[in-house]
C-alpha cells in the first residue's frame, strides 16, 4: 500500500478525524448465495440486521408458546413490553428536608413532566476527544480541518452540533464534542466519511499528514449516553465570549456512580437550571478512561455570570437540603472531581 493511501486509511480508522474511531465493528456481510436473486439476498441481509438491532437494544420478543393463541400472545407480549418500561423509568424523587409540601409538589409535577416528554423521544449519545498539539502550525491545521472538512462532513450525516474547544489558557488540549441521536451513528461514522469524497478531498492535508509533521501529537476518546433527566444535548447561550465548564465526577464503585446519576436526574439538574448552571448535556460514560464516571458540560456568557451563579447554586436552600441527604454525601459517591474552564472556537457549533 502506497505511503499516501496507508495513512488515509490509518486516519478513517479512527486516530485521525473527528468522525470517531470505530466503537463496535459492524458484523462482515454473509456472501450471496448460489442462484440467489439480489432481491432475496437483500431481504435477508434486511432481517439479519433488524435481528441484530432487535438483540443490541433487548426488545427480541419471546417465542410464542405451545397451544397459545394469537390474541394470548399479543397480550403477553403486551404485558411485558409495559413492564419492561415501566422499570426503565425513573424513582419518582424524594421530599426533601425541610421542603414544603407545595414546594415537593411543584417539584414532582416539573419530574413528571420531564419524564413524559422524556419517553417521547430517545437518548442521544456524545463522543468526546482530546486532541493534544504542541504547535501553533498544528492547531491551525486543526482548525482548518474541523472548519473546512469535518464539521461539514458530519452535518451531512445527520451528526451535530459539533463543539470545538480550546483551554481557557494555553494551547492544548482541544477538546471536541460530537453528538449522535442514536449509537448506529458511532458504530457506522467511520464507514460513512470514508464514501465522503469531499471530505476525503478537502480533510487530505490533515488525513495525510507524514510522520514528520504530524497533525497531532495524540487523541483520546470517551463514549457517553445522555442522562434521562437531559436526554438530549442544548445550546443555552451562544455569545462570543461565553465560557464553557467541562466537569468530570468519578467514582469508587458501579453503585455510587449511579447513586450520582440519581441525584443530578431526580434534583439536582433542576436545581442548576434554576440557579443559572445553564447545561449542555450530561453523560455516563459507556467507554472511556477513569471509569465509572460521568461528564457534563456548563456554558455562561462570560465569567463573571459563572462565578456569580455558582455562588447562588452553593446558597439555594434546595441544594442544601440535596446534599444534606445521608446518601448523597460526596465522601460517599464522589472520588474525584475534574474541573476545565474553555472557550470554543470560533467556528464551533457548541
Known sequence: MKRREFLRAS????LGTLSGATLAGERELPPKL?????????ARIARMRAAEAAERSGRSLPPRLPGESEAAYRTRIARARAQQAAGRSVQPPARLPGESEAAYRARMARFRARQAAGMRIGKDYYELRRYEIETEAQKAGFDRFARDAAIPALNRLGIGPVGVFYPWEGLSPIYVLLRHRHVGSCMSMTQRL???QEFLDKGAAFLDAPAERPAYQRMTSSLMVAFDGMKQLETPITNPGRVIQLRTYESASAAAG??????????????????????VFF???????????????LVFKDMEQRKANWKKFGGHPDWKALKAIPKYAD????????????????????
Open 11 to 14: 486516519c478513517l480508522a479512527g
Open 34 to 42: 448460489p442462484t440467489e436473486s439480489d432481491a432475496a439476498y437483500r
Open 194 to 196: 470514508s464514501e465522503d
Open 258 to 279: 449511579q447513586t450520582k446519576i440519581e441525584m443530578f436526574n431526580t434534583a439536582e439538574i433542576d436545581i442548576f437550571r434554576k440557579t443559572g448552571l445553564h447545561p
Open 283 to 297: 453523560g455516563e460514560t459507556l467507554i472511556g478512561d477513569k471509569m465509572p464516571n460521568l461528564t457534563y458540560m
Open 331 to 350: 465522601k460517599k459517591i464522589v472520588s474525584h472531581i475534574t474541573n476545565l474552564f474553555l472557550r470554543p472556537a470560533d467556528y464551533s457549533q457548541i
